[in-house]
């Protein structure tokens, strides 16, 4: 998993939920049970959020919606 596959999945224009992203990894979403690859993905949305790529709304600690910044959208079109 790296930044650019989350930045990838997550919408520019409207927030998607954590199931919709989930959905647009596709076969990059962990698998039920697999905790270290669940670790990762966590780990890359967070790096992906403190350089400011992606804003994250929490509701009670856990990731309600996603949607990229600017700045994240102009990554992900220099990368295509």
Same mark, same amino acid.
């Given at each position: 998993?790296?930044?650019?596959?989350?930045?990838?999945?997550? @919408?520019?224009?409207?927030?998607?939920?954590?199931? =919709?992203?989930?959905?647009? !990894?596709?076969?990059?979403? @962990?698998? *039920?049970?697999?905790? +270290? +690859?669940?670790? =990762? !993905?966590?780990?890359?949305?967070?790096a992906?959020?403190?350089? +400011? !790529?992606? =804003?994250?709304? *929490?509701?009670?600690?856990?990731?309600?919606? #996603?949607? #990229?910044t600017?700045?994240?959208?102009? *990554?992900? *079109?220099?990368q295509?």
């Amino acid at each position: 998993m790296n930044i650019q596959t989350i930045l990838e999945a997550v @919408p520019s224009t409207e927030c998607a939920s954590f199931s =919709e992203f989930c959905r647009a !990894l596709g076969s990059d979403c @962990p698998e *039920r049970g697999e905790r +270290d +690859d669940w670790a =990762e !993905l966590f780990d890359c949305i967070k790096a992906a959020e403190n350089l +400011d !790529l992606v =804003e994250v709304e *929490r509701v009670n600690g856990k990731i309600d919606t #996603l949607i #990229l910044t600017e700045a994240g959208v102009a *990554r992900v *079109r220099s990368q295509r």
